[in-house]
């Protein structure tokens, strides 16, 4: 007969502070609304991480006035304790339940939900595996496919699996026929810069400053985005502080979000990180392809300080020079971690690097779509980018290059409208004398509205601009780049969509010939190529956090 160690349960001082980290992440399993027995409850961190749902804590000595005392190993769950309740959680538990089949059938029985976690054979290697069981008390010694066949013969059905800390199995599983309860659920568990960020504010850890440095204030849709996704996936937990050129920015971007949230300052201001360096958690520079050197002075003066510094976004080339390699290297190695955002990078300077680096996106797949009244659906229409340039820099044939596109699009049935992506975009129109041939939408400092603008349409052409192309690979939108008929940027701005483009399978096309051959065959990009770019920046945040925690 197995034997509880009361005495253990009892001091509250025995149990991890991981264990906290442990009921956040499957907390993403459970539907809000849930009422939950949270059987071996501990320290009761569930319920902090469930709000909206009702909880009834239970365990074997009282954890305060609501807990339900009871010994499952003596008394089982029987219907009585089960009333009323939607699901039962057992995190932490199984492994001291000395019949847990038992269990199972009391669970399912009573047609509840159970959501438990287990640390199985299968992630230790055999020679430790009796050691461990052994050392830490537990009660028996299962595998995946044990549970898998244990739960499956009580009647329930897995609704949701997933692995925590590379060390427990999270399973999910409801009596058939009632699955539909778990639909909201989350299809993963909470990632580890959720279970941070979440832990920091169940525990009151102050909140630091957190520098945010690109090319922002401008009006560009791009860039505007890039800011957008950024501070989102960090202002929950920092006060977010944003470097701008105050001398180029655009009059009044002041009002826009998110500056309207944050504090503003100009990108040759130092001061913030040595005033009081120990309130600012880090500086994040870019999250698109900034150009290596990008507010160096800012890197600088963090480094100084000791504080973390981070490269979200960057594109290298590759056709550098012994010295400019050299120097590309000593400076990425300034950085604590650095993302570059397309495949290619792989090669180059990378394999010099002493530097943390991983590959990831560009952070504008994580903007939103408005949902503004005044944008209809039109699968007819067709979104049309003109990137500015210098007049002198236009080839005599690019006003026809664009018109003979224009009249391809209109001979497939599309109705054509300008998107401009930022106010250059808006003067070059003007200077080329084509605002009145066509409809131009300016939409250039809301990127959320510019996305649902593409998203609504059935085309996007994009004549040397990166920044749509990368708002489209995420709709339902046939997409096509054309190179721009201009002399001396050819290199430098061609080279990074085409990269882009190759990343997503978007083509990128010369000439008024290679667009005709290939408007009729374009479809939208692959769904499953865009979901792994976003998950790929989802690992980005991870280690971001890490840096800054």
């Not at 996704?229 to 009059?251: N, P, Q, R, T």
Request: aromatic content about 12%; overall charge negative; some cysteine.
């Amino acid at each position: 007969m197995y034997q509880v160690d009361v005495g253990r349960w009892s001091d509250i001082g025995s149990f991890s502070e991981d264990w906290d980290r442990r009921a956040c992440a499957v907390s993403a399993f459970i539907p809000k609304g849930m009422r939950i027995l949270d059987v071996g409850c501990g320290r009761m961190s569930l319920e902090a991480f469930c709000p909206g749902s009702h909880y009834f804590p239970a365990d074997l000595v009282a954890r305060d006035e609501r807990t339900i005392v009871i010994d499952i190993n003596r008394d089982g769950l029987p219907e009585c304790r089960l009333d009323g309740v939607d699901l039962v959680t057992m995190l932490g538990v199984v492994e001291y339940v000395s019949d847990f089949s038992k269990i199972l059938e009391d669970i399912a029985a009573s047609r509840r939900a159970l959501l438990f976690t287990y640390c199985a054979v299968d992630f230790f290697p055999k020679k430790n595996a009796a050691l461990r069981y052994d050392r830490d008390g537990w009660f028996n010694s299962f595998s995946i496919s044990d549970l898998c066949r244990m739960t499956a013969d009580a009647g329930f059905k897995i609704v949701r699996y997933d692995v925590f800390d590379c060390s427990q199995a999270v399973f999910l599983v409801a009596p058939l026929g009632s699955e539909d309860k778990f639909e909201q659920a989350a299809y993963r568990l909470r990632s580890r810069s959720e279970i941070v960020r979440a832990i920091r504010r169940l525990r009151g850890v102050p909140r630091k400053k957190l520098v945010l440095a690109g090319f922002f204030g401008r009006g560009n849709a791009g860039d505007e985005a890039l800011l957008q996704c950024v501070y989102e996936s960090f202002c929950d937990d920092f006060d977010i502080a944003i470097a701008v050129d105050g001398h180029g920015a655009y009059k009044g971007f002041w009002d826009w979000y998110p500056y309207n949230k944050s504090r503003i300052f100009h990108q040759c201001a130092t001061e913030i990180f040595f005033q009081s360096p120990s309130t600012v958690a880090g500086l994040i520079v870019g999250g698109g392809g900034l150009p290596v050197g990008f507010c160096a002075n800012l890197v600088f003066a963090a480094k100084a300080n000791g504080i973390p510094v981070v490269l979200a976004g960057v594109d290298l080339f590759e056709d550098c020079d012994e010295s400019a390699t050299r120097a590309v290297v000593d400076y990425l190695n300034l950085f604590d971690f650095f993302s570059y955002r397309s495949e290619k990078r792989e090669q180059g300077v990378i394999p010099l690097l002493r530097c943390e680096n991983a590959l990831g996106a560009d952070w504008a797949l994580r903007l939103c779509v408005d949902e503004a009244e005044d944008i209809n659906p039109d699968p007819q229409r067709a979104v049309l980018v003109l990137r500015e340039y210098p007049q002198g820099a236009l080839r005599e044939d690019y006003l026809s290059t664009v018109r003979e596109v224009v009249r391809l699009v209109e001979r497939e049935g599309y109705k054509v409208v300008m998107a401009p992506f930022c106010p250059e975009d808006v003067r070059f129109l003007d200077q080329l004398g084509v605002r009145k041939e066509f409809d131009v939408v300016e939409l250039w400092s809301n990127p959320r509205r510019m996305k649902q603008l593409i998203a609504c349409s059935g085309l996007l052409v994009s004549i040397g601009r990166l920044h749509p192309i990368l708002f489209g690979v995420d709709c339902p939108v046939r997409i096509v780049a054309v190179a721009p008929p201009v002399v001396g940027y050819e290199n430098v701005l061609s080279d990074k969509i085409i990269k882009i483009c190759r990343d997503f399978g978007v083509p990128f096309v010369f000439g008024v010939d290679q667009f005709k051959a290939v408007l009729p065959k374009l479809l939208p990009v692959d769904r499953e190529v865009v979901l792994a770019a976003k998950l790929r920046l989802d690992r980005i945040v991870d280690r971001i956090y890490d840096r800054l925690v």
